[in-house]
């Protein structure tokens, strides 16, 4: 690969083969016939790490129209959501809603948790079965685009280079790329660390339960992620003095002790915890923690030519509303998309001709979009902690949350995540832009698309 003035460049370089890195490269396959090559700094993937994670219908379609298949080991393997509690600390039911809301009634997409690791393995081998190249052990360090060819010289920590048509950042929160094309920007921590992990749990809860506790000042969310399996997660206001900064914005390197788990299950104990939210901490198959992190100031920009971020590397976010991963997946069905409708010549083969129009409307997509959702999800980890430290802002907030259940049969934040279907936006906005206007020979816009 040192030689590469020998090779053809590649189509596409992936940058990261974490969740959102291997959708792109199966949604690109599958879309538009293109074979990218995957680059990911870890030596290899290892089963039993992390926590777990929950999956909705916006993402959900994503994996769904790259394979029906694929959706369906992907279920097997996780667990449905039936039902979203909220819930005091002492197992008191505040109010309860069905999940089956936020996918309209569709159970192939309804609400689900699975296992990080597990989703990540049944990606890689989809990608391997499709025969997309992942490089492990690949550290992308910096990389320059080309005046003379356009093309982008990548290169890595290990001293090799590789050419590429186009880079594509999904390499998370402490991305490279980022850092390369967006050095203003950094990652700032929230003030709140979470204590998550997995727990073996014969008939786990059929769905998402979310404990406040004004006593421990602290909150919870606790949801199956298979038939015996359960992940927990306790939110805890943390200085940044006590936080260990290595913990910001990713899991923790060291996994968190039994002792420790332990401790803190005695602790909340004795301020009325009720035991369904403490045997999970009795027996963890794995705990980590993480430091909740925001980009300031927000990216204004994510395309940068030839190099594109997406995913956690576009927009880290924090896990409020669910919506996380699903962002990265939205980003990576509408990228295939759009390179499916402008980046393919007569013959069904890739063109970057129109490649900076069909990421321009990505941008204009991705931006506002993405936003919102962070917005949305800051919010409500400000109001179940605001609810934690004060009791008598909790009683009126059940109140209020009982209410919007009752008009929208679930909290009405949760419904602009779940509900967004990526494959209608991208024709809503290519028909806004002119662009199947232009495809049907109705309308002159080719000083926009050349090619089309």
Not at 99 to 123: H, P, T, V, Y
Not at 181 to 193: A, Q, R
Not at 274 to 282: A, N
Not at 400 to 428: C, Q, S, W
């Amino acid at each position: 690969m040192s030689s590469y003035q020998e090779e053809e460049p590649s189509n596409i370089i992936i940058s990261g083969a974490g969740i959102v890195g291997l959708v792109l490269a199966l949604a690109l396959k599958k879309h538009a016939g293109i074979t990218a090559e995957l680059y990911e700094k870890a030596s290899s993937f290892q089963d039993d790490v992390g926590a777990g994670m929950g999956m909705y219908a916006n993402g959900l379609r994503v994996i769904r129209d790259i394979s029906p298949s694929l959706l369906s080991s992907i279920r097997k393997n996780g667990y449905p959501y039936l039902y979203r509690r909220w819930e005091r600390h002492d197992g008191t039911e505040v109010v309860v809603a069905e999940e089956s809301i936020l996918s309209d009634n569709d159970a192939e997409i309804q609400s689900m948790g699975i296992s990080r690791w597990r989703l990540q393995k049944i990606l890689y081998d989809a990608v391997k079965d499709a025969d997309i190249p992942v490089h492990f052990g690949k550290r992308i360090c910096t990389f320059n685009k080309r005046d003379d060819d356009d093309l982008v010289e990548v290169m890595f920590e290990d001293g090799t280079r590789r050419l590429t048509k186009v880079l594509f950042g999904a390499d998370g929160n402490k991305s490279t790329i980022r850092g390369i094309v967006g050095p203003s920007s950094k990652l700032e921590y929230t003030g709140v660390t979470c204590l998550m992990g997995i727990a073996k749990l014969p008939r786990p809860p059929q769905g998402v339960r979310n404990p406040i506790a004004s006593t421990s000042k602290c909150h919870g969310c606790f949801f199956p992620t298979g038939e015996e399996e359960q992940c927990f997660q306790f939110h805890f206001p943390t200085s940044t003095k006590k936080t260990d900064k290595k913990n910001w914005a990713q899991c923790s390197e060291d996994k968190v002790g039994k002792d420790e788990c332990a401790d803190l299950a005695e602790r909340l104990r004795t301020e009325g915890w009720h035991e369904s939210f403490l045997t999970p901490l009795s027996n963890p198959t794995n705990a980590v923690k993480v430091g909740f992190c925001l980009l300031k100031p927000g990216l204004k920009k994510i395309v940068y030519g030839r190099v594109v971020l997406l995913g956690d590397a576009a927009h880290p976010s924090v896990p409020y509303i669910g919506q996380v991963a699903q962002m990265g997946m939205e980003d990576a069905g509408i990228i295939a998309t759009l390179l499916k409708e402008l980046c393919l010549n007569e013959d069904g083969h890739w063109d970057v001709t129109n490649f900076g129009a069909a990421m321009d409307i990505y941008e204009r997509m991705r931006i506002p979009r993405t936003k919102e959702l962070i917005e949305t999800s800051k919010a409500m980890g400000k109001l179940q902690q605001k609810r934690s430290m004060n009791k008598r802002y909790n009683a009126v907030k059940q109140e209020m949350i009982k209410r919007d259940i009752f008009f929208h049969e679930t909290m009405e934040n949760m419904l602009p995540g779940a509900t967004y279907k990526y494959a209608e936006e991208v024709a809503n906005a290519l028909e806004k832009d002119g662009v199947l206007s232009v495809l049907k020979g109705k309308k002159d816009n080719r000083e926009k698309f050349p090619y089309v």
